[in-house]
């Protein structure tokens, strides 16, 4: 450990106990001022940023969407994303799209993809066969690449009530 100018070293190691301190405020919230349980999760921001009303486990999402939203194979700007539970991914994931640019790519808004950060514009490509979205690779900002992990997926959340259902 490095000392500071004319301090002794006791000194520069009382304030490297403050460092992951400051590390977790300063991503606690991504920038929203908001956390949960104190870390940022993707299912409660989804719900804050998006018109589906779910909770639980991201990857339950899609079972409790039937009978109460739509899902489809194919995006639709403000659908929401539902990604497996995986070993990466225990309790899956959920993605707010915010555009298609075609038919095997769109732009999502996510919270903690990159821990307790909240990314908006991230690129998610379909990689799957009969492009159903039910695989996908995802942005990953630290290398500035699509990631080289496929996700599978089970597909999207649509606002509003399903085909044929009234309210």
Not at 57 to 64: F, M
Not at 155 to 160: A, E, Q, R, Y
Request: hydrophobic share 40%; glycine share 12%.
């Amino acid at each position: 450990m490095s000392r500071l100018p004319g301090k002794p070293l006791f000194h520069c190691a009382r304030y490297a106990l403050f460092l992951p301190l400051l590390a977790l405020i300063g991503c606690g919230g991504g920038g929203t001022g908001r956390s949960w349980h104190g870390r940022l999760q993707c299912a409660p921001w989804a719900r804050e940023h998006s018109a589906i009303a779910l909770r639980g486990a991201a990857a339950s999402w899609w079972q409790g969407a039937e009978g109460k939203y739509g899902r489809a194979a194919h995006p639709a700007p403000g659908a929401v994303l539902v990604f497996r539970s995986t070993s990466r991914l225990p309790d899956g994931h959920v993605s707010v799209v915010r555009s298609v640019r075609d038919s095997r790519a769109i732009l999502v808004d996510q919270a903690n993809w990159n821990p307790g950060r909240i990314d908006h514009a991230v690129p998610v490509v379909d990689v799957s066969p009969r492009n159903d979205w039910t695989r996908v690779r995802v942005w990953w900002s630290p290398t500035d690449t699509m990631g080289r992990t496929v996700y599978p997926t089970y597909g999207f959340i649509l606002p509003g009530p399903p085909d044929g259902w009234i309210s």
